[in-house]
T-cell receptor
């Protein structure tokens, strides 16, 4: 079990540039989540995938943000025309959810990508 | 309304003593799960313990236990025999409903263990 892997660990970009982050979930996990965390706050939900389908998006996910999970394995989160308010830690998590549905499966988080927009 | 409320921004505890971190939640769904995570300064979120709304017993995992009071909608985390390595941010989170989607997190409690 290699855990959830996120790349890069840190990204510094200038305002207006586009950035893309990658997440590799735990291999047998069918659900993948993206969260954003600012300093001193808890993670805020952005979006999640069940296999390759994006099933839910938070209103926090403006049209500058797009996420994909093309083959139901790794996922990418792209932010276009970055703004200083996008500076945050972006966390990816994965879990396994059976057909019957279960609310007891924990999310397993990666180490995050810290984005700084200058 | 806040779904998860953690009213203690910071807590201190002496090494080897027990400490309780508070968490209250708000939901009208009878089916839900409550989770606690630890986030050290290195940043990774570590799952600690889970309690289901229908569980009759309080959850325990090693030195962690959950004081679940359903009528009060509280799910406090108890850490026994605190260690210096327990110093971290602790988050309470909830997943609501049978369809079991994302976790909603509280704002966290920064725990510092004193030698």
């Amino acid at each position: 079990d290699t855990g959830v892997s996120q790349n890069p660990r840190h990204k510094i970009t200038k305002r207006g540039q586009n950035v893309t982050f990658r997440c590799d979930p735990i291999s047998e996990h069918n659900r993948l989540y993206w969260y954003r965390q600012t300093l001193g706050q808890g993670p805020e939900f952005l979006t999640y995938f069940q296999n390759e389908a994006q099933l839910e998006k938070s209103r926090l996910l403006s049209d500058r943000f797009s996420a994909e999970r093309p083959k139901g394995s790794f996922s990418t989160l792209e932010i276009q025309r970055t703004e200083q308010g996008d500076s945050a830690m972006y966390l990816c998590a994965s879990s396994f959810q059976g057909i019957s549905g279960s609310y007891n499966s924990p999310l397993h988080f990666g180490n995050g990508t810290r984005l700084t927009v200058t | 309304a806040q779904k998860i409320t953690q009213t203690q921004p910071g807590m201190f505890v002496q090494e080897k003593e027990a400490v309780t971190l508070d968490c209250t939640y708000d939901t009208s769904d009878p089916s839900y799960g409550l989770f606690w995570y630890k986030q050290p300064s290195s940043g990774e979120m570590i799952f600690l313990i889970y309690q289901g709304s229908y569980d009759q017993q309080n959850a325990t995992e090693g030195r962690y236990s959950l004081n679940f009071q359903k009528a009060r909608k509280s799910a406090n985390l108890v850490i026994s025999a605190s260690q210096l390595g327990d110093s971290a941010m602790y988050f309470c989170a909830m997943r609501e409903g049978q369809r079991a989607r994302q976790l909603t997190f509280g704002s966290g409690t920064q725990l510092t263990v004193l030698p």
